[in-house]
């Protein structure tokens, strides 16, 4: 992603009015949210969001641009109406621009249009069958609807394409563990663990589920997450393990810390599966409607 970006950039500097360039630097600075750049939200995505309309002010009808623009729009401002109206303009731009699709899919599950989101998906996939991460955003659409099924076998597909694809075997762990599939989903948790770099809690992880279970095995993985530095940047998917532990005091506390932190995770929390536990709570839904999500 460095690399990738360092290039960008230098394509700018032959030729600082070249919009495909700075769509490049916009999508750099996006897809940030693994921490490839080793840059905050509050860091990365006013970047992205810059490059974007300086692409577009280059050339209002580029599809790529648009389509970054949009995915700043819904992860980081948060705002909702206006992250459609890009991807929309995106797609009239280029109906045929695969990840617009996609990023629409993943809009679109956020505010609970789930058969929308299918679709979108299974366009982007029409476009660019072999790519990875699309095939993984249909079968994350199939989970945000509750499809568990269909999405187990969309994840392992996936898999197939990439064994190493270190997202999804996170995603596979969380179906499972909505299908109470306890075993099958540390496993994958494990995989997905050991591929980010983090073997020694893998380790822990795993002797904690062979000795005492799910949860502690998700106990162990929460006090390595809180006592981390980044423990603030993390806080949406230590709300969602506390969740699955069924501890909702402490959920509600940690996505209060999401929200301080403009964590992109909040942007699912309407149809997030791994809240269902604690969805009727009242505080719990005082943070979904802080959100301002479209009815």
């Known amino acids: 992603m460095k690399k990738g970006l360092q290039y960008f950039q230098q394509a700018i500097e032959k030729d600082p009015g070249y919009a495909l360039a700075y769509a490049g630097v916009a999508d750099s600075y996006a897809v940030n949210n693994g921490g490839?750049?080793?840059?905050?939200?509050?860091?990365?995505?006013?970047?992205?969001?810059?490059?974007?309309?300086?692409?577009?002010?280059?050339?209002?009808?580029?599809?790529?641009?648009?389509?970054?623009?949009?995915d700043t729009y819904l992860y980081y401002d948060w705002d909702?109406?206006?992250?459609?109206?890009?991807?929309?303009?995106?797609?009239?731009?280029?109906?045929?621009?695969?990840?617009?699709?996609?990023?629409?899919?993943?809009y679109l599950y956020c505010v609970g249009r789930h058969d929308e989101a299918i679709a979108e998906a299974k366009r982007a996939q029409e476009l660019d069958p072999l790519s990875v991460a699309i095939s993984g955003s249909v079968a994350d659409a199939y989970y945000y609807a509750r499809k568990y099924d269909q999405a187990i076998e969309q994840y392992k597909k996936t898999l197939q394409m990439d064994p190493n694809f270190r997202p999804v075997h996170f995603q596979l762990a969380d179906t499972y563990t909505q299908k109470r599939m306890d075993p099958e989903a540390v496993a994958e948790w494990l995989r997905g663990l050991t591929l980010s770099g983090n073997s020694a809690l893998a380790v822990a992880g795993g002797e904690?589920?062979?000795t005492s279970g799910y949860q502690a095995f998700l106990q162990t993985w929460l006090d390595s997450d809180i006592k981390s530095p980044a423990a603030n940047q993390r806080a949406y998917p230590i709300a969602r393990n506390y969740a699955f532990l069924g501890k909702k005091n402490e959920a509600v506390n940690w996505l209060e810390k999401a929200y301080a932190a403009r964590s992109g995770g909040m942007v699912r929390l309407k149809t997030d599966p791994a809240f269902d536990s604690v969805r009727s709570d009242p505080d719990f839904q005082a943070i979904v409607s802080r959100m301002n999500f479209p009815l």
Do not use: C, V
């Not at 206006?82 to 899919?105: D, M």
């Open 208 to 210: 904690a589920f062979r």
């Open 80 to 106: 909702f109406p206006k992250a459609q109206q890009e991807f929309l303009r995106a797609i009239a731009a280029n109906p045929n621009y695969p990840t617009a699709h996609q990023w629409y899919s993943e």
């Open 36 to 70: 490839y750049l080793g840059l905050t939200p509050q860091e990365a995505r006013p970047r992205a969001k810059a490059a974007a309309m300086k692409a577009l002010e280059i050339d209002d009808s580029l599809a790529e641009a648009h389509t970054n623009l949009a």
